[in-house]
């Protein structure tokens, strides 16, 4: 049995480690900050705070000794903020085993830096791109925790890593694909964030499905050329990690981002909104860096601009929505 490591047991880092444990050839141990998780996990097989009323594998082992965790594993999984990566992988790079191949399942970019995580995984981590893959797709935890049929993407420059991957993180309910479109896929979750932060907030207004089913299109437009100029594959933009996980967080209530929106259409400033949620919103992080890089290309984002100004409290909720509307240039599909 291959042993394999998740590092990070918040919703989809203990999603994760279930699904690759509910796959019989894996032997499955995740790393928790929290003593009260781990043990939690161990003896109650649970993890009531971030996925209530699910039941675990008994074979899936906690602790929050890195080192245990991390020893003769084959695959390692991480699963923490965006924004703690770097010194996480500061901290635990060499207890990563040397020949592991080292998965991203995060989908945000670093704030000072604009670097994706795959990319902080290659330069903190010095772990050779063949062996890095990132894993995306429509992919809300707690269905996925409830076993609720759900497909996602393998993507790597190495076929044997991708496949290798694909073949541990897929079970009855949960099926994982590959491509090699690395930046596209790490792209397409990084970005449907905001646009899901941006549907959240003329719900939070009170709009209806008209004006979210316009942003959630004009947006899809938006994000594929910003990722097209970074050298994502237009395809991967209308698949699982693009179109999918766009549809499925910007009109989910399970998902954070949305939610964290839907606060600031309501009138919550970003501080409060910050306070009052338990769990990552990447989107909220990955807004200024991403207007950045867009900015080095000299790509328009009208969306993400907007998002920007309620998040800054330079723009009163109720005036986003027409803007978001109209105004984006480079049509696709109109
Ligand atoms: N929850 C979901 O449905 C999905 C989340 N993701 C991505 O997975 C990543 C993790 O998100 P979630 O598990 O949902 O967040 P979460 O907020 O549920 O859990 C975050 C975990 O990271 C730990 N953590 C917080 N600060 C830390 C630090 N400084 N050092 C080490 N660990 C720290 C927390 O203790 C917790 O275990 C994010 O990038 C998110 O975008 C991707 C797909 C689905
Ligand atoms: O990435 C996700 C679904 O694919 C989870 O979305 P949130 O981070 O907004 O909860």
């Known amino acids: 049995m291959a042993k394999i490591a998740v590092m990070g047991a918040g919703s989809w880092g203990t999603t994760f480690a279930k699904v690759l444990a509910d796959n019989p050839a894996n032997q499955v141990m995740l ?50 903020p965006s924004q ?24 945000g970019v670093e704030k000072d830096t604009g670097l994706r995580m795959s ?45 290798a991957v694909a073949e541990a993180a897929s079970n009855e ?36 499905q008209n004006t979210k089913a316009s942003i959630m299109t004009r947006g899809l437009a938006e994000v594929t050329r910003f990722a097209v100029a ?33 606060m600031l259409g309501k009138g919550y400033t970003l501080r409060e909104v910050q306070r009052r949620m338990a769990q990552t919103a990447e989107g909220l992080s990955s807004v200024a860096p991403i207007l950045q890089l867009a900015k080095t290309k000299g790509i328009s984002m009208p969306i993400v601009e907007q998002v920007q100004l309620v998040l800054d409290g330079k723009m009163n909720p109720r005036d986003i929505a027409p803007h978001l509307t109209h105004g984006a240039d480079g049509p696709i599909g109109e």
């Open 31 to 80: 790393w928790a900050r929290r003593d009260d998780i781990a043990d939690e996990i161990n003896t109650d097989n649970r993890n009531g705070d971030y996925l209530p009323g699910i039941a675990l594998p008994k074979t899936l082992a906690a602790s929050t000794d890195v080192a245990e965790v991390l020893s003769g594993a084959t695959q390692v999984y991480l699963s923490v």
């Open 84 to 107: 703690s990566l770097r010194d996480n992988l500061e901290e635990w790079g060499s207890l990563l085993p040397k020949d592991a191949i080292v998965v991203s399942l995060m989908k």
């Open 119 to 163: 990319e902080v995984i290659e330069k903190v981590a010095g772990v050779d791109p063949s062996r890095i893959c990132v894993v995306s797709g429509p992919n809300l935890s707690l269905e996925i925790a409830a076993e609720e049929p759900t497909a996602s993407v393998a993507s790597s420059v190495s076929e044997e890593t991708r496949t």
């Open 173 to 208: 309910y949960f099926t994982t694909f590959t491509n090699k479109d690395v930046i596209g896929t790490e792209f397409g979750g990084i970005l449907k964030n905001l646009i899901a932060v941006a549907i959240g907030i003329v719900n939070g207004v009170g709009y209806g």
């Open 230 to 262: 970074y050298g994502a594959k237009e395809k991967t933009m209308v698949g699982l990690a693009g179109l999918g996980d766009l549809i499925a967080t910007s009109e989910s209530s399970l998902s954070r981002n949305h939610k964290a929106g839907e």
